[in-house]
């Protein structure tokens, strides 16, 4: 077993293989990978899913004009093929770097990933 010195620097994250990974999302405009500070940072444009009427109910629409409910639903379902992208993109990683580190942050409109080597 080898040790590393202390100032012996660490295999640095392989950057081109993870936007290979999450080249579909990046080519949709979807996505967007950055190197900073030895971490891999994805940010990828997917609304959370919120409780239909969380924020003050179903408004009532004439069912012929474009309802609340079908926007609602029409965003749930781009929302979750976005997230199923996202998530086959990091099982093509892990096949390949099974020691990363993920972490994941969301807000209403944006998923943060990180993926690291500790």
């Known amino acids: 077993m080898k040790i590393r010195k202390f100032n012996e620097a660490v295999e640095p994250i392989d950057i081109e293989y993870i936007r290979h990974c ?10 967007e990978v950055k190197l900073i500070n030895g971490s891999a940072n994805i940010n990828i444009e997917a609304q959370s ?17 474009g309802t609340y409910f ?27 770097y099974p020691d990363y580190r993920l972490s994941v942050f969301s807000t209403n409109a944006m998923m943060y990933i990180t993926i690291s080597l500790s």
């Open 22 to 31: 999450f080249i579909d999302l990046i080519e949709e405009g979807k996505a």
């Open 49 to 65: 899913l919120v409780k239909l009427g969380e924020f003050g109910g179903v408004n009532k629409d004439r069912i012929g004009s």
């Open 70 to 96: 079908e926007r609602y639903v029409k965003g749930a379902v781009e929302s979750v093929k976005t997230m199923k992208m996202a998530s086959e993109s990091i099982s093509r990683l892990a096949d390949e």
